[in-house]
């Protein structure tokens, strides 16, 4: 996407002892600064948060302290570095290319989304929706992820050569997709609104599926999302309690393939290889191909619909705004 950051330093230094702060913004540090436009490769020697409804576009700036994005509040970042952590309120977003996150990434309820690219990043949490009427989105593309994502709201996506380090578990998510990436741990989607697909990717440990009404796709020829092939899987694999269709395809399971009370019963392909066997109700594969469905393809388009104009009204906003006064 198109980056508009102003590449002007910031002359002055604005903080404000955190006993000023009490019920405004979060602070570890004795200091904190506010973040409103645009700002350079400066360093930021405390943390850094960015007010209610306000943007903050930085390029090659080092914070070392913590980051709180306010709710409604805008935090994009190219080429940083934060020590900390980074706290997402309600409606809030955040952005990081090319970056490093030290610590953990925590969305609030309700809060908008955050988009990771070639980024790199410690555990990320996504809170329940609970009654706000946002729905967050995580994306997560040409990233690693030292830690685990645990993502209980939103759209979940880990892309293009992700790493994650830990576990991978979402519950009550719109859907958890895992494309071309790497899951160091046991990936967990319970409860997804609609579905799992997951193609070309390798998770070490044991994969649960279970009460996902949209359907679960492990690997090509299903009806959720087009795949150029299917994954591995290191330890057991069970999808059970799923409406919508189960398909198995081209996949290799170092363990047992457990596929009970789904609704219709789970297609598995003979092209699989299981170590262990299957177990539960299965059938095999209609003689023509299952046909590509649209509703992920299009539900995906949305959210990079949703992340790109949420990224151009910040970077908009934010280069309005001047420079930052970091």
């Given amino acids: 996407m198109p980056r508009r950051i102003a590449a002007t330093l910031a002359t002055v230094t604005a903080t404000v002892t955190a006993g000023v702060l009490i019920g405004a913004a979060p602070a570890s540090a004795d200091l904190v600064t506010y973040c409103i436009g645009t700002g350079g490769a400066v360093t930021v020697p405390n943390d850094l948060y960015v007010p209610p409804n306000e943007s903050c576009d930085l390029a090659g700036t080092t914070i070392t302290g913590n980051v709180s994005v306010a709710a409604g509040a805008n935090l994009v970042v190219a080429g940083g570095r934060i020590n900390g952590e980074v706290r997402v309120a309600a409606n809030g977003y955040f952005d990081a290319s090319e ?14 989304g955050v988009y990771l690219r070639d980024a790199h990043s410690g555990t990320i949490t996504v809170r329940p929706k609970g009654s706000a009427t946002v729905d967050t989105f995580l994306f997560v593309e040409d990233s690693t992820v030292s830690g685990s994502v645990a993502a209980n709201a939103g759209e979940v996506r880990l892309d293009r050569n992700t790493q994650v380090e830990g576990s991978v578990s979402s519950s009550g998510s719109y859907y958890t997709d895992v494309h071309d990436s790497f899951v160091d741990g046991t990936l967990s989607v319970l409860n997804s609104a609609t579905g799992s697909v997951v193609c070309g990717s390798a998770v070490r440990g044991r994969t649960t599926f279970a009460g996902n009404l949209g359907g679960v796709q492990l690997g090509p020829n299903g009806t959720l999302d087009g795949c150029a092939s299917g994954g ?80 151009d009204a910040a970077e908009t906003q934010a280069e309005a705004a001047g420079p930052a006064r970091l």
């Fill in 99 to 112: 970056s490093t996150v030290g610590g953990a990434v925590v969305v609030a309820a309700g809060g908008y």
């Fill in 232 to 311: 591995y899987f290191g330890r057991d694999v069970s999808i059970t309690n799923t409406t919508g269709g189960v398909t198995v395809d081209d996949n290799i399971i170092d363990g047992v393939l457990t596929v009970q009370s789904n609704t219709p019963a789970a297609t598995v392909a003979p092209n699989n290889r299981i170590r262990g066997g299957v177990t539960g109700d299965a059938v095999a594969p209609a003689a023509a191909k299952q046909q590509r469905g649209t509703s992920m393809r299009n539900r995906g388009e949305a959210g990079e619909e949703r992340a790109a104009a949420r990224l």
